[in-house]
């Protein structure tokens, strides 16, 4: 049977557990990842707005303080996501968006580089594990012929966050006058943090770590996700001779190569982040006209709203054609191409619209990437796995930002850092292509009648002949 049956194919206890594991899970646990990603990228829209003033900070400063908040995430990256493993998502979450919160807090009395330094390091290490954690725990609750629609609805929380997060930070910033006469961005940073530290307390309540503690599921839906899952998790130590340890995850060649494909994507994805609101900053004197912090927040939304739109459909259209590799490397190519582009279009309009193609791209090969690596990893191994992989990606969260400022300070301008941008993007298709042909990862199918899982003839195929095509 094929791996991306739609919906309508599946039996109706596995419709309405689906349904009810995506009304209830997913849009928690994405506004937990939308919190998030506004926390880690603030101050992206605080440097503009005046802290980057009021600091004293150039623009490699600025790229280091961005980017040194990846070195404490990265170190507790792996421990973390193994704790989750051992103590819980529930109870680990909650700790993390806790630990965050009160972080983020301080940021509103930062006074110089160092204490930014400082802060941004530590808020690195309260994070270390929430979003590998959140891709662990949702793959505990559905088998992986839904597992990419699953993780595209949590994915758009991210694009999201620009859309409704950069007017919300341009608001905030034009509120600091009503609220403890604070600076525009310092306020933003209060107000950005507070709910961090509200949604971690509620998740503790809310989040259940299988199906069999979930009360609003009935015992049939219960069952058949417990057994479905069980039964995956059996067919996957089978196909790996039992290989289900972290000693494995960290030995393993493809968690490597999708390590690197993901700092690709991760790259392209925080260089836009962090200064597409400073590039913004620069229309003014473009134009000659003066754009106030909401409307600044307004214009740095515009790529990401369409990006939201094409995510939802490339999914879409990945679980229902199944996964190849175009998936993932076209939209590689794509942003490779265009980020380039963006800065030599000659006016803001037309920026806007090439950095938008650069956004869709990587928000359409992003929750596609991440159905992959549940693929061959189970236990310990998945846990630590996909730490693996969002480790080394973020690796890329310090480098793109204080390399564009470093090479920005450099050049005098942002079109050498966009070349590296595109360069490494372009690396992250070609490893795509390359894992693909090499067969190294195939798909496992569940079948809807017993929800056993066994490999499809094209994958038995691809395994007898290890010169085939696995597209």
């Not at 999708?258 to 836009?272: E, N, Q």
């Not at 996909?386 to 079109?415: C, K, M, Q, R």
Request: glycine fraction near 8%.
């Amino acid at each position: 049977m094929d791996q991306n049956q739609t919906a309508a194919e599946a039996p109706p206890i596995a419709r309405s557990a689906i349904r009810k594991v995506s009304i209830r899970l997913v849009p928690f646990v994405a506004l937990m990842f939308f919190i998030n990603y506004l926390d880690r990228t603030a101050i992206g829209f605080a440097a503009p707005n005046g802290m980057n003033e009021d600091l004293a900070l150039s623009a490699a400063q600025f790229g280091f303080a961005s980017g040194v908040f990846f070195i404490g995430y990265i170190l507790l990256e792996v421990p973390s996501n193994l704790a989750l493993h051992k103590f819980g998502a529930r109870r680990w979450l909650s700790r993390i968006m806790v630990s965050w919160g009160i972080v983020a807090l301080l940021f509103t009395w930062v006074q110089n580089f160092e204490q930014l330094v400082v802060l941004r390091f530590l808020l690195g290490v309260a994070e270390a594990g929430f979003f590998p954690g959140a891709i662990l725990f949702l793959s505990l609750w559905v088998p992986a012929q839904y597992r990419g629609r699953i993780l595209m609805l949590f994915y758009l929380a991210q694009p999201l966050t620009t859309v409704i997060g950069a007017p919300l930070a341009g608001w905030l910033i034009q509120q600091h006058e009503v609220f403890f006469g604070l600076e525009g961005w310092r306020f933003m940073f209060f107000g950005v943090a507070i709910p961090a530290i509200i949604v971690g307390v509620i998740a503790w309540f809310y989040l259940k770590d299988k199906p069999a503690d979930a009360k609003w599921l009935t015992r049939d839906e219960q069952v058949w996700l417990t057994d479905a899952l069980d039964r995956e998790k059996a067919a996957t130590q089978k196909k790996e001779h039992g290989h289900v340890s972290a000693r494995f995850a960290f030995k393993s060649g493809r968690v490597w190569v999708l390590s690197f494909i993901y700092f690709g994507f991760i790259y392209g994805l925080y260089a836009l982040a962090f200064f597409l609101p400073t590039i913004i900053e620069g229309f003014q004197s473009q134009t000659g006209q003066t754009f106030d912090t909401l409307q600044k927040g307004l214009i740095t939304a515009i790529p990401y709203l369409p990006a939201a739109v094409v995510m939802y459909f490339w999914s879409r259209d990945a679980s229902k054609r199944g996964l190849k590799t175009w998936h993932i490397a076209g939209p590689a190519i794509a942003g490779a191409v265009s980020i380039p582009i963006a800065l030599f279009t000659g006016s803001p309009a037309a920026t806007i619209a090439v950095i938008t193609i650069t956004a869709c791209a990587i928000f359409a090969a992003l929750p596609n990437f991440w159905t992959l690596p549940t693929r061959f990893l189970t236990g310990a191994a998945a846990a630590a796995g996909v730490a693996l992989i969002n480790t080394i990606g973020n690796l890329a969260g310090f480098s793109a930002p204080f390399v564009t400022g470093f090479v920005h300070d450099w050049t005098g301008g942002y079109e050498v850092p966009m070349f590296i941008v595109g360069f490494v993007m372009l690396v992250s298709a070609v490893l795509m292509v390359l894992l693909a042909r090499s067969n190294r990862i195939n798909p496992v199918v569940v079948d809807h009648a017993d929800a056993a899982p066994t490999l499809d003839a094209e994958a038995l195929r691809a395994a007898a002949d290890p010169k085939g095509d696995a597209r």
